[in-house]
């Protein structure tokens, strides 16, 4: 049966990349409605996992569900949006144009009705990433943080005829954004999730840690810890999660 608590659920995780085992035996859930961080360090595994949580990579061992189906059932398509680390927008054709062309792929046809519901699902979505005012300039001609942006509207999309996505996999969204965008894109997260998306942010940066209601920590394609993060550092005594990590670290050690 469906545990619609969890959006979520893996079970001796598996992933050998290259003749190396980059994911280690994981089991872990994620809950659904949260914003949940994969944090660790470059090269732990998070963008392995993401992959493999949609469906994506090969050399997978073990269990993994997403909204109670195996990952990459056909049936997640329009249900999982999924953001790389390198944005897949059409350069040449503007903000709203690639937006327009994405909906329409989602969810073609319908007639009139279905195009006034792209039309109104793709208004929106460039507000909430914060892009009207670029709407009709090229992809081409957009920062890197403001390219980031297009990507995770595309996500945003979900079935493109107005329902959002049920999890939403963002790997590194806020790399190279100024701290103001960084704390826009977080509150979108924040509010996305109260309204029913999962949200699972991948991050390097510890700090971002804090803004999360749930952590899952990697390193070296191992789980170090799934928690809050203030349980996490309740329990290892530490002030912040960087330090809660560097004892994880310490303690892990053989
Ligand atoms: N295409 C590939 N072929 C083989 N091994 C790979 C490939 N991509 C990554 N790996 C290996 O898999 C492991 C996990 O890499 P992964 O990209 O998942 O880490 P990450 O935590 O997302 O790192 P970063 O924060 O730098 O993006 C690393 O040891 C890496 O060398």
């Given at each position: 049966?469906?545990?619609?608590?969890?959006?979520?659920?893996?079970?001796?995780?598996?992933?050998?990349?290259?003749?190396?085992?980059?994911?280690?035996?994981?089991?872990?859930?994620?809950?659904?409605?949260?914003?949940?961080?994969?944090?660790?360090?470059?090269?732990?595994?998070?963008?392995?996992?993401?992959?493999?949580?949609?469906?994506?990579?090969?050399?997978?061992?073990?269990?993994?569900?997403?909204?109670?189906?195996?990952?990459?059932?056909?049936?997640?398509?329009?249900?999982?949006?999924?953001?790389?680390?390198?944005?897949?927008?059409?350069?040449?054709?503007?903000?709203?144009?690639?937006?327009?062309?994405?909906?329409?792929?989602?969810?073609?046809?319908?007639?009139?009705?279905?195009?006034?519901?792209?039309?109104?699902?793709?208004?929106?979505?460039?507000?909430?990433?914060?892009?009207?005012?670029?709407?009709?300039?090229?992809?081409?001609?957009?920062?890197?943080?403001?390219?980031?942006?297009?990507?995770?509207?595309?996500?945003?999309?979900?079935?493109?005829?107005?329902?959002?996505?049920?999890?939403?996999?963002?790997?590194?969204?806020?790399?190279?954004?100024?701290?103001?965008?960084?704390?826009?894109?977080?509150?979108?997260?924040?509010?996305?999730?109260?309204?029913?998306?999962?949200?699972?942010?991948?991050?390097?940066?510890?700090?971002?840690?804090?803004?999360?209601?749930?952590?899952?920590?990697?390193?070296?394609?191992?789980?170090l810890a799934e928690d809050s993060p203030g349980r996490l550092c309740e329990r290892t005594g530490a002030a912040t999660v960087?330090?809660?990590?560097?004892?994880?670290?310490?303690?892990?050690?053989?």
């Amino acid at each position: 049966m469906v545990n619609i608590k969890t959006a979520v659920r893996a079970d001796g995780l598996t992933v050998v990349r290259g003749g190396r085992t980059a994911l280690d035996g994981l089991g872990f859930t994620v809950a659904r409605s949260t914003v949940t961080g994969l944090l660790g360090p470059s090269g732990s595994g998070k963008s392995t996992l993401m992959r493999a949580l949609v469906g994506v990579q090969g050399g997978v061992s073990g269990t993994v569900e997403v909204l109670g189906l195996p990952a990459g059932h056909p049936e997640l398509r329009r249900q999982v949006g999924y953001v790389t680390q390198a944005p897949s927008v059409y350069t040449d054709l503007s903000v709203r144009e690639n937006l327009d062309y994405y909906a329409a792929v989602l969810a073609p046809g319908g007639g009139r009705a279905g195009r006034r519901a792209r039309t109104d699902t793709v208004e929106r979505t460039l507000a909430e990433v914060d892009l009207g005012s670029h709407a009709e300039v090229p992809a081409g001609r957009l920062s890197g943080g403001q390219l980031s942006r297009v990507s995770l509207a595309v996500a945003l999309l979900g079935s493109g005829s107005g329902q959002r996505p049920e999890l939403l996999v963002l790997d590194e969204p806020t790399v190279g954004l100024d701290p103001v965008l960084r704390r826009d894109l977080w509150a979108l997260f924040h509010r996305l999730a109260a309204d029913g998306t999962t949200v699972l942010v991948s991050s390097h940066v510890m700090d971002e840690a804090e803004r999360c209601e749930r952590l899952l920590l990697l390193r070296d394609g191992r789980l170090l810890a799934e928690d809050s993060p203030g349980r996490l550092c309740e329990r290892t005594g530490a002030a912040t999660v960087e330090d809660a990590f560097l004892r994880l670290v310490e303690e892990a050690r053989p």
